[in-house]
């Protein structure tokens, strides 16, 4: 590392993204959500605050749950992200957490649906048998304005259980 | 989740089956405005006042023309033929001079205010040009107080029914209040947006319209001198309505025109902070009421003024939301005689509009307050002096001697004393209210609140749908309504397919693309259940006889009228203030519900707003008008962490005898009493009657009770 590039200058960047390699130029101020979106059109990533309370944005690097919108491209090269695109099966099939979304009626508008998913997925997978209320705390990090959480947090117990039973 | 099919002789309608939206949503294949491009778009960025009343002396736009990437910026002058954007609803000659026009000129009333667009190859860059835009304010003072004699006064909404000044007469007593709600609004999760997309045939296609996707095309394409279908719309995903969204805004017709003279697809995708500023804000109303009262505690009089804030310029909604408050104030009770004064007054804030529950969040705050007054002044418990004033199942169809939107209130049916026992019975209020009297012996502050309302729904004046069978054997149906993301699709779906007998996933319903269907009323106060499902029931039984495709239209001049009651138990902490909402009922009669799990899903998510308006969201103002809340880190949106689990108690005693389904609309009584409920609830909780008088009640607000 000799010279350090202007930041609306583009470097070529690799993000594995769902297991796939994407070559992309990116200027380093460019985050993350945005080279997901709009460099490698998974635009399932949404964007509800670009300042990181709504978690909206939020993704799976190296499985821990981070806001998209608060990294530059740039940071998650080498990492490990997983977007909500990348959480059915191949064929179609629906994650369990997707699958629970649907039937407790875990979304209204969808906006806030991914990051929701993608939350959720990095919480059970590291904690597979988390306690209600850290559960709650741990969803409290994302903002959903249509359910009321009610559903939410249904769905994703119901998930846990399942995974536990 | 059961077997739909009307055809075996069991309703779909009434059946919570899944939704037909979600599978695009749960995989990331949603189409929300910013997942939508064009080749060759352009992104356009607003330059805004950044100052809350000024006179306008120029905008400099040179330097911004220079940036790297930029197309054109534009100020006033280039946009100078685009009229005023007209009211959509509840017009008055009075307010016309205060229409916003797309770009401000002489004179910026707000923060937020549109002054310049900045058009460039890329959103970053377009950023960094708007950055580059000189815009030269002379500031004059800012005017914050609807109330205060230096505000605009360009109207006040009067009206009464019966012998008020007689009534006061004859008072046993008079009680008074004052009460206030503070500015908040929809703020759905997805922020505005708009593409315009000129086609090679000449029309423009609007992607990210929502809601009243023909009003809006018709009006920008006759802003624009443009024919009337030159301008068609695409609504896709929409992320969540609430009221503000898809109304008729300048950065809608701004982007349109952009397009239009660049000839390029134009995009603008709002960011959060110029949502907080500029997407309609709602609710700033403060109240003077008194109630004349009997021995008995009924109310024979009540007489009101208040002040709405309607901010710096009039938009849309004209004078909707003052208006509903006008009218629904007095609520599910008798009242035999009222007057009112609602007095629309501009300032220098973020222009209102409706949001979920417009005028009746705020007025039942008001008067649900001043029945609790009551009860305490004349030693009554609050629900025994509800139990009083509601008006009989016997005086339906009550006609309450005023008009809201342009149509007569009649309150269409209703057992209001039923749902009330209901929501009695349910908490189990007496030993509810000893069980809390005990944890307060025993040093905690905590208490029980109840608030009525009466909503309103389904409005008119007409619906259009077609019905058809498609050659893979399933049913296509298409209509002018809007989705916003309440579920619209399924509960169309169940309807027409409990009619022709089909399995409700065979449905396909097509909405808010303006060149399929000749008109469309889009969605909006709570309607399209109503309206859009008594019009594909007609549509599908003409199906059902005939075979053929079949069109059909329901107009109705009557609103219908769902009525509910919430209960909150809260609990207050002596340290901080923080009030938290321990357990939350709703009981709430919608006529007839097509899929209790979306009603359910639409109150439970009310009741989210609901709270989030009365304990944490507010659009404050430092003394120069600058505005405080410009982030989620200061507009404080209800976590998880702020929802109490919500039990909701779905009745159907009062069938709408306004259509032929029954159906009234579910999407605003989770919010509507909420603020009423939980106020009582406060004041319960720390001993102190009639104490909180405004919203939110914040941590500060409630330290403050506390130590007074
Ligand atoms: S968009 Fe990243 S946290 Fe809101
Ligand atoms: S479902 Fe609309 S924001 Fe969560």
Redesign the pocket.
Known sequence: MTEISPADEAVPVVLRVNGTDRRIAAEPRRTL?DALREDCGLTGTH???????????TVLLDGEPV????LFAVQAQGAEIRTVEGLADDDGTLHPLQEAFWRHHGLQCGFCTPGFLMLSAGVLETRPDIGDEELREALSSNLCRCTGYQTIVEAVRSVRDAAGA | MGEPDGARGRSLIGESVLRLEDRPLLVGEGRFLADISFDGEVHLRVVRSDVAHGVLRGVDLDDARAGEGVVAAWSAEEVAHVPAIEFRMTGFDELRPYCQRILASEYVRYVGDPVAVVIAEDPYLAEDAAELAFVDIEPLDAVLEASSPESVAPLTLETSYGDTDAAFEAAHRVVELHAAVGRHSGVPLETRGLLAFPRPDGVLELHGIAKVPHYNCATIAAMLDLQPGQVVGREGHVGGGFGIRGELYPEDVLVTYAALRLQRPVKWVEDRREHLVAANHSREQSYRVRAAVDERGVVQALDAEFFHDQGGYVRTHGATVPNLSVALLPGPYLIPSYRVRGNIRLTNKTPAGTYRSPGRFESTFVRERLLDRVATELDLEPVEVRRRNLIPTEAMPFDRGVSTLGTPLVYDSGDYHRLLERLVDHIGYVALRESLAQRRRQGEMVGLGIGMFVEKSGLGPFDDVRVRRLDDGGVEVVTGAASVGQGMETAIAQICADVLGVDYTDVSVRHGQTDMIGRGMGAFASRVTVMTGVAVYMAASELAATGEPAEATFNTDHMTYPYGAHAAVVRVDAGTGGVTVERFVVAYDVGRAVNPMLVEGQIIGGVAQGIGGTLLELFSYDPDGQPLATSFMDYLMPTVAEQPHVEVLLSEDAPSPLNPLGLKGAGEGGTTACGAAIASAIDDAIGRPGAVTTLPATPELVRSLLRN
């Open positions: 959500a964007l509800g605050c670009e300042h990181g309370v709504c978690g909206a944005c806001r998209s919108c608060l």
